[in-house]
């Protein structure tokens, strides 16, 4: 966000807390109070970097209360766990056609409050990421400015299908709830303890340490998972030796239970 910010030349503040800690809604109004300056606060729902899940309930409260607009980055999010956007606060939402939905990655969308949106004309200081300029287009013709995505499109279609299928946002976020319970109770069994407590450990994406006396590189451990059909990430927290497991996409618990057999066969023969 504060290289977007920084390239489009706007005047910004940033509040950081570390990896393992979620932005305080009272800290926000403490900034909002001092900076009056502030027209707008944006931040990330689901942090795939350590898969902290930001409580952006909290934060919306505070920043309607200032009223200030208020952006959420939902790409990791949306459609796996329920977001009462109006509830919330929330005047624009943004998210991707593959994460929780499911498709293909291929574009973004926003679910914006029409007022502000119509506010926004001829201030984007992009032409190809001028949101005005695009809803105007598709209200006139329902195209896009440019080349469409059609492929993309059509995954998108049939992966809300599929969500619907399912049976909705509870259903969904219920398996990925149950996918990422099940990889940290197994885990923990092996000695593998997650980076995040579970007050805050979403369900998109979880964060673990390395074992400790661990004597193996991370290539090794993803190359050994990657030859027997499944894929994990590397670590993203620079203080920590970590590596990362997706609960989301087409992922059930027999999943689970195979890549941490994987895992526990991996360790067993590093250990002999």
């Given at each position: 966000m504060t290289d977007i910010a920084g390239h489009a030349g706007l005047k910004f503040a940033v509040y950081r807390e570390h990896y393992d800690q979620i932005p305080r809604a009272k800290r926000v109004k403490e900034i909002l109070e001092q900076d009056p300056e502030i027209?707008?606060?944006?931040?990330?729902?689901?942090?795939?970097?350590?898969?902290?899940?930001?409580?952006?309930?909290?934060?919306g409260k505070v920043v309607k209360a200032a009223g200030k607009v208020f952006i959420v980055d939902a790409m990791s999010s949306f459609g796996g766990m329920e977001i009462p956007v109006k509830d919330w606060g929330i005047d624009f939402i943004i998210s991707s056609a593959n994460k929780c939905i499911q498709g293909v990655p291929g574009f973004s969308f926003?679910?914006?409050?029409?007022?502000?949106?119509?506010v926004s004309e001829g201030k984007?200081?992009?032409?190809?990421?001028?949101?005005?300029?695009?809803?105007?287009?598709?209200?006139?013709?329902?195209?896009?400015?440019?080349?469409?995505?059609?492929?993309?499109?059509?995954?998108?279609?049939?992966?809300?299908e599929e969500l619907e299928e399912e049976g909705g946002i509870p259903a969904r976020h219920q398996r990925y709830a149950d996918n990422n319970r099940?990889?940290?109770?197994?885990?923990?069994?092996?000695?593998?303890r997650p980076y995040i407590d579970?007050?805050?450990?979403?369900?998109?994406?979880?964060?673990?340490?390395y074992p400790e006396?661990?004597?193996?590189?991370?290539?090794?451990?993803y190359d050994y998972i990657k030859e027997r059909g499944y894929a994990i990430y590397p670590g993203?927290?620079?203080e920590?030796?970590?590596?990362?497991?997706?609960?989301?996409?087409e992922i059930y618990r027999e999943d689970i239970e195979k890549l941490c057999s994987l895992m526990k066969d991996f360790l067993e023969e590093r250990n002999r």
């Open positions: 027209t707008h606060v944006a931040m990330v729902h689901s942090e795939t970097t350590s898969g902290i899940l930001n409580d952006i309930e909290a934060v926003i679910i914006a409050r029409k007022d502000l949106l119509k984007a200081r992009s032409l190809s990421l001028d949101l005005y300029d695009q809803w105007k287009t598709m209200e006139a013709d329902g195209k896009w400015r440019f080349t469409s995505p059609t492929h993309v499109v059509l995954a998108f279609a049939k992966a809300m099940l990889l940290i109770e197994k885990m923990k069994e092996m000695g593998i579970a007050e805050h450990q979403g369900p998109i994406i979880t964060t673990f340490f006396h661990a004597d193996f590189s991370f290539q090794e451990m993203k927290v620079t920590a030796d970590t590596f990362r497991i997706g609960n989301i996409g």
